[in-house]
């Protein structure tokens, strides 16, 4: 399989603890984005990399939440002390430089539950 | 900053039914549009696309949109309904950053819903 590979799938966590997504993208990607979605919404931006620069980081990534793409291939995005508000499904995705128009390809996701 | 605006969280129809998802964009610069489709508990897949070519898009699965500047819109439709076809669609328009990059921003989604 050459898409967009996320784990884990699923992690149920209680509140106060850490939890690390990793991502690894489509081989030849350059880009690498991480999306939240919580129910009844679309996904909402989080961070942006190009290789393993860190490019953008939205409002909604407070100083709990840090990604990172060491060599510009998988990423991680790690969260501190959950809150049951962190309770979403994560979604990484990327694409490639030449890709200009913007389509990008999606994994499946890791979703979040904090008790 | 771009936006985009679908309308109807839920959408019901009949297995061989019209299907009809609406979405209306709001962007500074010629847009690029997507229509995604998300199974449960599965990422998102793309159906289909806009970029500036041909205003009448053909997707996968039998899908279509059509591109009408004068209404800011990207409507999704497919003729006939199938079961298969019950999920959630999420439209979405190229925001493009100054650094040159971009990403997507994401409508609230569509359920569709088909009965037999």
């Known amino acids: 399989d050459t898409g967009v590979s996320q784990d884990p799938r699923h992690k149920i966590t209680k509140r106060g603890q850490n939890v690390t997504f990793r991502c690894d993208p489509i081989s030849e990607h350059n880009r690498l984005y991480w999306y939240r979605q919580t129910l009844g919404q679309g996904p909402e931006f989080l961070t942006y990399?190009?290789?393993?620069?860190?490019?953008?980081k939205s409002r909604l990534l407070s100083d709990r939440f840090s990604a990172e793409r060491p060599k510009g291939s998988f990423s991680t995005l790690e969260i501190q002390r959950t809150e049951q508000g962190d309770s979403a499904m994560y979604l990484c995705?990327?694409?490639?430089?030449?890709?200009?128009?913007?389509?990008?390809?999606f994994g499946e996701g890791s979703r979040l539950t904090v008790l | 900053a771009q936006s985009v605006t679908q309308l109807g969280s839920h959408v019901s129809v009949s297995e061989g039914a019209l299907v009809l998802l609406r979405c209306n964009y709001s962007s500074s610069v010629p847009p690029y549009l997507f229509w995604y489709v998300q199974y449960p508990n599965q990422g998102l897949q793309l159906l289909l696309k806009y970029t500036s070519a041909a205003t009448l898009v053909k997707g996968i699965n039998g899908f279509e949109a059509e591109f009408k500047k004068s209404e800011t819109s990207f409507h999704l439709t497919k003729p006939s309904a199938h079961m298969s076809d019950a999920a959630e669609y999420f439209c979405a328009v190229s925001d493009q950053r100054s650094s040159g990059y971009s990403t997507l921003t994401f409508g609230k989604g569509t359920m569709l819903l088909v009965s037999p």
């Open positions: 995705a990327s694409s490639i430089n030449s890709g200009l128009t913007g389509e990008l390809f």
């Open positions: 990399f190009q290789n393993e620069a860190q490019l953008e």
